[in-house]
């Protein structure tokens, strides 16, 4: 996710509900929250990988972004083979599956000595287009630094080189930009040493009668989270490698319900913990090297919620009270602030305490996410008093209830136009009001409407052209939540089966950051190669087929 | 120096001089050289260098190569200057002199969290041309991968990044070549850690009057060879960076009399003798890394016979008979592979024991090198006779002096023409009988003919367009060696202060491997910016000033 960070320096000057006396408190288990963070680091189980076989991106304008990769012979016939041949100047190879990690080589000697340097160009790709599309001159948004394209000058042969940088992808391009004339030699040994947390995953963990269709969607949403699954729940592990709290609360909710690496989840808490502003407020995203820091001003209030509930999961999955209650006092923190911004309707409004603040529930231009937020506030308002409950916290919660049925009321009342027949959301004089899916996706989680009218709301915004459509698989899974909870099974089972479904019959081998499927070029940074193509809040149909085994057992 | 592998081809098929049993006790002795090389690998002295201050490379017809270099500013006004900015984004730093050795940056944040990796490009330059001429397409005929342009991603500020080549240079351009936008960030540090195994040079060193012209070569001569000694006497520090006997020879003569490191000179000996062929005979080069090993095939005879001018400077210098004793069945194996060259006449026959053997005397397209070799072959017999005799083998050397003799009368019979007036070179019906200054010179060192008249071959050939001319540094040594020979001091004079000054007044730092007053862009690899700028073989002007003082004192 890209941040605005003129929406940060406003944010940043923002007060917290929490007293200065709450906030000593808050500060002096900061570092005893890093510690246990730093001590859980997961060890990564790795695995040396070779390629699979020889592959050539190849034009096709019936293919996914213009490019599909057929087979062009057996690894053998590359490994050993002199460089200097024409053949061998430039070789794709396929790993056979996405591959997140670090890449070692050896060039060997054919014949005589190496009297120079050899130059190579090493491209790793995620999906075939990156094989193909020129990187330069780069016309993306964000760094050119993120596309995986590195010249090495190896100087010995029979010595094994490693890549110094982390790398994400199932293909590798090889280019041979020099070589000395005299000699000759070949590739000797290409090997990608792949990490994750995420352990073995037992076929029976999935243990419903799967359509071909739904079984190929959960092994790509299944591949997708243990490539996010690094020593943090990454958004992506090509890109931008680090830790966001809408990621963890998606992964781990997936995590749960498949590869069950609690550690994981529990040492992401405690990070996000440890590293919240001084007054509280958690930052939306962090990382971890060279050591752990925040980025900093990244204050994201819809996120902010989400760590509580992805806390709740974590308590419900585990059992573990400790930790529960450990962190209680930034689930605490986090409802406080939020509490900030509601007004006396009991309606959130994102321009208190002061400034235009971030939110984010979906990646769509011109999306107003005001409406969404009093539904996720709802939600988080009441799961965390009960969470607060099971803990003895009891004290902490009190009026939460009566404040999330009072926000509940105020949307109805205030939020929902009746001309338009929906939920709006906007700020006159400032925002225009505005119809969209996601508004009407939220008051339905929230319990703002009963199951039949949230069933006939989302209906109705899904088929009329003048609601703003949803724009990224991290909308659309909440979109399949609210189906499921107003009784639109069927809507949902094939929202699934088109959406991710899509991605796979395009060839994803992990799912993607962004899919529309009228648009295979769409890019949020304005140049698609630089997309994540194995992105963390696309692999919920993993947890879906788990949680809703009904709706889409065969 | 660039090889010939078709010759190493057939030259690694001829037989040696050396039997049987000799084989066998020479090849008992290898690993004992080995360790011994091994063992005295020089301890580098290192100096972290910062840059002096900003420059760039402007178009400048009447330039050397067509630029020049202007100061562009304090290095102040760089470092912790954002990289952002356009004034940044392509720089060239200034270290103030040629430095060899391995350089690490760092970049600082100046604003927010980096949150995303920073692409930058580094180009080493030992002259200007090299920042700004076009690497590619790349023309050149030895490998692309000399040339030292490296690319970085950066994934992390305030931290130390090395680049994994060791570079030679003066000049080091930055691209930044992609970097986030939400965060702001400047080079913090730049670093050259420079090696040399020359200590310190004390001013005294040479204690003669010098004109200003003649003591700007000396220091651009001592700066050459200090950047050349490495763990070995390197030809060129940016390339080829490795052992040839020929520059062994040239950089001991020099640090005989200016650093006095004997003990690089005693390592690289050793490493020579351990990496002989099996049958005795020298490679003409030799690499340390990954593991000493050879050029396997690269016989060169008259780099071999260097081999034994060298042991006998060395122990001249040192008075190391034990290395000079321990090493004599290297020397003797030469002179026995040499001898087998030699017909009835006494003539050196580069064709015998079959073949085309490698010679080199000169970088000069069809320059015929038997005649130059004849001088070599007799002085080399002539010195190493000596030598044995100084180390008490006076029974190896039986017959070498005669056959020098003899060899000298043959070369005024058979190889002087009476109708040239001049020493020719060639071989009817196969290479045309050729005039060449580097013929006379070789006899002249050689004592074929007396002063008086070695002055007037050297002056004929030397204002006769019919004569082939010299080409490189290499072989202009050993012009100024002959004329001084020959009581041409004058002339010699002239020729250091015409050649070497020449490439002073065109802004050298280092003495160059191909110099021609006639052509900048000259170059054996069809692409000047790859030629070595710092190279062994033209250093030797440090030796010539001290060796004969009277002839370029003031």
């Not at 993120?146 to 029979?158: A, K, S």
């Not at 009784?487 to 959406?499: E, I, K, S």
Request: with cysteine; net charge negative; proline share 5%.
């Amino acid at each position: 996710m890209k941040l605005k960070s003129f929406l940060f320096l406003i944010a940043a000057l923002c007060s917290t509900g929490m007293s200065a006396q709450e906030a000593d408190v808050y500060a002096s288990q900061r570092q005893g929250w890093l510690d246990k963070a730093i001590a859980s680091t997961p060890v990564l189980k790795t695995e040396k990988v070779h390629p699979v076989g020889l592959v050539k991106a190849v034009a096709d304008t019936s293919a996914y972004q213009g490019w599909r990769v057929d087979p062009a012979g057996e690894i053998g016939s590359y490994l050993g083979s002199s460089l200097k041949d024409e053949k061998n100047k430039s070789v794709t190879v396929d790993f056979g599956r996405h591959l997140t990690g670090t890449f070692s080589f050896r060039v060997d000697l054919l014949d005589r000595v190496l009297d120079g340097p050899i130059r190579l160009r090493f491209t790793f790709a995620e999906v075939p287009a990156e094989l193909a599309v020129p990187f330069d001159p780069y016309p993306g948004t964000i760094s050119r630094g993120w596309l995986q394209d590195e010249t090495v000058t190896v100087e010995f042969t029979d010595s094994v080189y490693t890549l110094p940088r982390r790398l994400s992808g199932r293909y590798m391009k090889i280019d041979v930009l020099g070589h000395p004339t005299d000699c000759d030699f070949a590739m000797g040994d290409l090997a990608f040493t792949a990490t994750t947390s995420a352990p073995e995953i037992a076929p029976e963990t999935l243990d419903i009668p799967l359509s071909d269709e739904f079984a190929a969607i959960d092994r790509t949403a299944l591949a997708t989270l243990a490539e996010c699954m690094q020593t943090v729940y990454e958004d992506g592990p090509k890109r931008d490698r680090r830790l966001w709290i809408g990621d963890v609360y998606l992964e781990s909710l997936a995590n749960n319900l498949t590869y069950k690496n609690h550690d994981l989840t529990r040492h992401c808490l405690y990070l996000l913990a440890a590293l919240a502003n001084e007054d509280g407020r958690l930052h939306a995203n962090v990382f971890e090297l060279p050591e752990p820091h925040p980025q900093r001003g990244s204050f994201c209030y819809s996120y902010s919620l989400l760590f509580n509930m992805a806390l709740a999961e974590y308590l419900a999955a585990t059992g573990d009270s400790d930790t529960a209650r450990d962190l209680w006092p930034v689930a605490k923190a986090q409802i406080d602030n939020m509490l900030t911004f509601v007004d006396d309707r009991g309606i959130f409004d994102r321009f208190r305490p002061g400034g235009f603040n971030w939110l984010f529930f979906d990646w769509r231009d011109g999306i107003e996410e005001s409406t969404a937020m009093q539904g996720l506030a709802i939600m988080a308002l009441e799961q965390t008093a009960d969470l607060g409950k099971s803990l003895g916290m009891a004290d902490d919660t009190k009026g939460w209830n009566a404040t999330a049925s009072k926000m509940r009321k105020a949307a109805r009342k205030h939020l929902y136009d009746k001309n338009a027949r929906a939920f709006t959301s906007g700020y006159e004089g400032f925002i225009p009001s505005q119809k969209s899916v996601l508004s009407q996706v939220w008051m339905v989680l929230a319990d703002v409407v009963p199951a039949k009218e949230g069933a006939e709301l989302l209906s109705r915004a899904l088929s009329d052209p003048d609601f703003i459509r949803l724009g990224s698989p991290y909308a659309h899974h909440f979109l399949v939540e609210a189906m499921i909870k107003c009784g639109m099974t069927d809507q949902a089972r094939a929202l699934v089966a088109d959406y991710w479904g899509g991605m796979v019959r395009k060839g994803a081998d992990t799912f993607w950051e962004v899919y529309d499927a009228s648009d295979d070029y769409l890019s949020p940074y304005r140049f698609y190669p630089v997309n994540s193509y194995c992105h963390a809040w696309s692999c919920t149909p993993a947890y879906l087929l788990r949680r809703y085994p009904a709706v889409f057992q065969n």
